[in-house]
């Protein structure tokens, strides 16, 4: 993610002033909803993620490195920025840390999409709220370690992002008013707002810029570091630095919640320790009724455990894992033609019961925390056939490195608990077009949050949204 002379930590008093009550909400959307999945589409995807996370703790750059693994997203979100309010569309990311958007001085920025929403540039002197962050304040001393040598009064704090398939963004960072609207009781919402320091890009290269025609405008993180919108939000006291998705692919539906969530109950494992993402302690795999006779050092490459990241497509195991996990699977049906055509999609015809033909596939984690995955989540449809989305990552990374990475082939269908205060992770299987319950911790009122259905003015043939519950407690000091 990003290095340490980077990102550091963020002064409390200047990250965020909420006139919120219990909870804000963004709407969230799948970008690929109601349509067939590609397997290549998702391959090239997840093949720019991997480099990056192979390459990580290499990266030293003045002013840091990015965590983003891809700039091509899978969901994205409509937020409000500035005064008066001007409406952008990000990616929601865990694999990364800041919040930018394209602004006005970018000259290849994109400026349509093939997604059918409407871009904007922003542009900080349109906003009576927005200001500069200039390099002598103590945000920009903190995240460089110190404060730049050539740093005169006025100036402004750079930022410079390089992903892992070489795409680039930079500019300088911002401060300016989020519109949301706030949860106020049991499925009900009002409106609110909240101060953050965010990045505004004035140059962009490769698939960020105008190239690209999935382009949105910028991206939100919900990385580990202090400079995500997490850490900036629970810096300011008013909650627990968690937060929770249950994301439906399929209808592009669901739920993405910070705060504490206190049903479901979530078994939790803990995240490995310094680490940049969110890694965690697989023991075993288990395939139908038999475990596969494997080592636990196969899942401790370079001490980082196995990667949980809901921006990775498909799933991806060592070789000594994935071969004989692939046998076990076919051998269930000893008739199958099985094939790999030119693109390497493993691929068979089939025309039974998915779930009644083949097993159900289960690792098991430290804490004795369990994540299965079913046939229907591990087989794609592609062109008349069944397709296998288990991936042999050996075979899939330039240099050939065997990681374990799980994205959203099994994070589908679940509800993901992310517990930064305690660090650790958990999930639970759970029907994600129903509601769940949040705890305000100051006041201990549990409010009922369920997703929305709406329809975007902007295109309407993405009918379903997620809403994004950002879980604020009360500071009636903070309040003008």
């Known amino acids: 993610m990003v290095t340490a002379t980077f990102i550091a930590s963020f002064l409390l008093s200047s990250m965020l002033v909420t006139t919120a009550i219990a909870a804000g909400v963004f709407s969230v959307k799948y970008k690929y909803a109601g349509q067939e999945r590609s397997l290549a589409a998702f391959k090239e995807h997840d093949r720019n993620r991997q480099l990056h996370i192979l390459a990580v703790a290499g990266i030293d750059l003045p002013l840091g490195s990015s965590s983003r693994l891809d700039p091509v997203g899978l969901y994205y979100a409509e937020i409000g920025l500035g005064t008066p309010t001007q409406n952008y569309y990000l990616q929601v990311d865990t694999g990364s840390d800041i919040m930018w958007v394209n602004c006005i001085e970018c000259k290849d920025?994109?400026?349509?999409?093939?997604?059918?929403?409407?871009?904007?540039l922003y542009n900080v002197n349109d906003s009576s709220t927005g200001k500069m962050v200039s390099c002598d304040q103590e945000f920009c001393r903190e995240i460089n370690g110190a404060?730049?040598?050539?740093?005169?009064?006025?100036?402004?704090c750079l930022y410079l992002e390089i992903y892992g398939d070489g795409s680039s963004t930079a500019g300088y960072f911002v401060t300016d008013v989020v519109q949301y609207d706030r949860v106020s009781g049991d499925l009900q919402t009002?409106?609110?707002?909240?101060?953050?320091?965010?990045?505004?890009?004035?140059?962009?290269?490769?698939?960020l810029d105008s190239s690209n025609e999935e382009a949105l405008d910028g991206i939100l993180g919900f990385g580990k570091s202090n400079s995500s919108v997490i850490s900036q939000l629970a810096a300011s006291g008013e909650m627990k630095k968690m937060f929770a998705h249950c994301l439906d692919g399929i209808n592009g539906g669901g739920i993405f919640a910070i705060g504490h969530?206190?049903?479901?109950?979530?078994?939790?494992?803990?995240?490995?320790p310094n680490q940049s993402h969110y890694n965690v302690n697989m023991t075993a795999v288990q395939v139908g009724g038999n475990f596969l006779n494997l080592t636990t050092d196969l899942f401790e490459v370079g001490e980082r455990g196995t990667i949980i990241d809901s921006g990775t497509t498909l799933a991806y195991l060592p070789e000594t894992v994935y071969e004989p996990l692939f046998r076990k699977i076919i051998s269930q049906q000893p008739d199958l033609n099985v094939f790999t055509d030119r693109d390497d999609h493993t691929c068979f015809q089939y025309s039974g019961s998915l779930d009644e033909g083949f097993p159900n596939v289960t690792f098991h984690f430290q804490n004795s925390v369990v994540l299965n995955v079913y046939p229907h989540e591990y087989l794609f449809p592609y062109e008349?056939?069944?397709?296998?989305?288990?991936?042999?990552?050996?075979?899939?990374?330039k240099d050939r490195k065997n990681i374990t990475l799980l994205g959203d082939l099994v994070l589908s269908s679940k509800l993901v608990l992310y517990d930064l205060e305690n660090q650790s992770i958990g999930w639970t299987e759970y029907d994600c077009s129903s509601s769940i319950k949040v705890q305000d911790e100051q006041t201990g009122?549990?409010?009922?949050v369920g997703p929305n259905i709406i329809s975007s003015a902007s295109n309407q043939n993405t009918q379903f949204v997620i809403i994004l519950i950002f879980l604020t407690m009360l500071l009636p000091h903070l309040f003008n």
């Open 109 to 120: 920025c994109p400026i349509t999409s093939s997604l059918g929403i409407d871009l904007k």
């Open 190 to 207: 009002t409106s609110g707002n909240g101060s953050v320091i965010f990045g505004c890009g004035g140059r962009q290269s490769g698939n």
């Open 261 to 272: 969530v206190v049903q479901p109950i979530v078994n939790m494992t803990p995240l490995v």
């Open 445 to 448: 009122i549990v409010h009922l």
């Open 384 to 397: 008349g056939l069944w397709c296998i989305g288990w991936q042999n990552s050996g075979m899939f990374s």
């Open 147 to 156: 404060q730049l040598p050539d740093c005169k009064a006025n100036m402004s």
